[in-house]
């Protein structure tokens, strides 16, 4: 049965090949001063920084600039962005990258005015808000997070060896984001297929829980079919519009909170990856397909029934005449044929994972209880070992 609940999303999307025109629509609903926070300086070579920086100055806002956001944001980093905003007073932060920068964004829009260390606070204690917020845009370059068009936002650790995500409420959404698939095609094969499995195991994660005939799991089916279709495509022509456009598209929609709506949700897969990452720094959508195969045939006896049901509706298995482990089995076998195809991580060791980390890893992995089987220490590390091939 469908279950009581409310839905709210407040990001205004701007979609195609002419939306960042719509850049000069928003700019003018905030005040002079703009922190304009991208990475490690892709989008100067790829032109998108100058068409962005053509378009503040014609708007007449004074600009502060703070780059070198790393795939995994870190608590230092964080600090360092706070005092940037402060110091300029900055009324609007616009990031322009992939969905590390746009988790960094909302993380500096939510601590710079925090009382208290915005770590322990929003981070360790996972508080909510109270403090003024700093309103964030979003020119994506890079889809994967879809932290385009929802609240949450990952911090890295190392010291403390932790990667946490908080999903903050509403008013930390972006105000607005800016789409346009052409700003993805210069990325590298390995960061775009790492993106679609983030997509696919945003997915995968909110799917594979609950029991009933919900019509988020129709949803969600059809994503997937969508994604591996077009996924494929973008593998052998990465400059394919069609292709990237709805990939892009399936990324806002995997995860702005919408299939979530009715479900218990799972997030096991993202606990170990975040964890993994802590260790390694390795690039986020690999630790999660490094991980997925061994999690998932772990957990497929307690949820048999949604793993026969992925098999047949997702992967086309036939059904006819088959036990249910035997389709759900098969199911798990062409996912992972899927994944090698495309060139993702199938084991932990290439990401810099070695035996010793094991309980550590595990130790980081928050322990969620939203699908099929609540996971123990033993077992986190039982998925780890299986994970390396």
């Known amino acids: 049965m469908l279950g009581n609940f409310s839905y709210s999303n407040p990001t205004r999307l701007y979609f195609g090949e002419d939306s960042l025109n719509y850049l000069n629509e928003e700019l003018p609903k905030y005040g002079k001063n703009v922190l304009l926070v991208y990475g490690g300086g892709s989008i100067k070579k790829n032109g998108i920084y100058d068409k962005v920086m053509e378009i503040l100055k014609a708007n007449g806002k004074n600009i502060f600039e703070d780059a070198g956001v790393m795939p995994n944001p870190t608590v230092e980093k964080l600090y360092e962005g706070c ?56 020119v994506l370059t890079m889809v994967g997070t879809g932290s385009e068009m929802n609240g949450g936002s990952v911090i890295t650790n190392h010291e ?24 993805t095609f210069t990325l590298p094969k390995y960061q775009m297929v790492a993106g679609f499995f983030d997509i696919m195991s945003h997915i995968l994660e909110q799917y594979f829980s609950g ?20 996924s494929r495509i973008a593998v052998e022509n990465p400059t394919d519009y069609e292709a990237r456009s709805n990939i892009m598209w399936i990324a806002t929609w995997a995860l702005n909170t919408l299939v979530a ?34 999690y998932y045939r772990h957990i497929c006896p307690y949820g048999l029934a949604k ?45 810099g994972v070695t035996v010793d980390m094991l309980d550590g890893i595990a130790d980081g992995s928050f322990v969620m209880d939203g699908g099929y089987k609540k996971l123990d220490h033993d077992e986190i590390v039982e998925i780890l070992a299986a994970s390396m091939r």
């Open 211 to 230: 029991e009933d005939d919900n019509t988020s799991d129709y949803i969600m089916e059809g994503l997937l079919k969508s994604l591996i279709h077009s």
């Open 83 to 138: 005092r940037r905003a402060k110091e300029g007073k900055v009324d609007l932060i616009l990031a322009v990258g992939g969905g590390s920068v746009c988790d960094y964004a909302k993380a500096v829009s939510v601590s710079t005015y925090c009382e208290e260390d915005p770590w322990e606070k929003y981070y360790l204690r996972l508080e909510d808000v109270d403090n003024e917020i700093i309103p964030v845009g979003c």
């Open 261 to 294: 709506k009715g479900k218990a949700t799972d997030w096991m897969v993202h606990m170990i990856g975040q964890s993994i990452g802590a260790y390694t720094d390795a690039t986020h959508g690999m630790t999660l397909s490094a991980i997925s195969m061994a």
């Open 160 to 183: 403390s060896r932790l990667k946490i995500g908080h999903v903050f409420g509403d008013r930390v959404f972006p105000k607005f984001s800016i789409l346009n698939p052409v700003f």
């Open 307 to 351: 793993f026969k049901r992925y098999a047949v509706n997702v992967w086309d298995v036939e059904p006819l005449g088959r036990s249910d482990e035997e389709v759900a089995g098969e199911g798990l076998d062409r996912m992972e044929t899927y994944m090698k195809e495309i060139g993702l991580v199938t084991d932990i060791k290439e990401l």
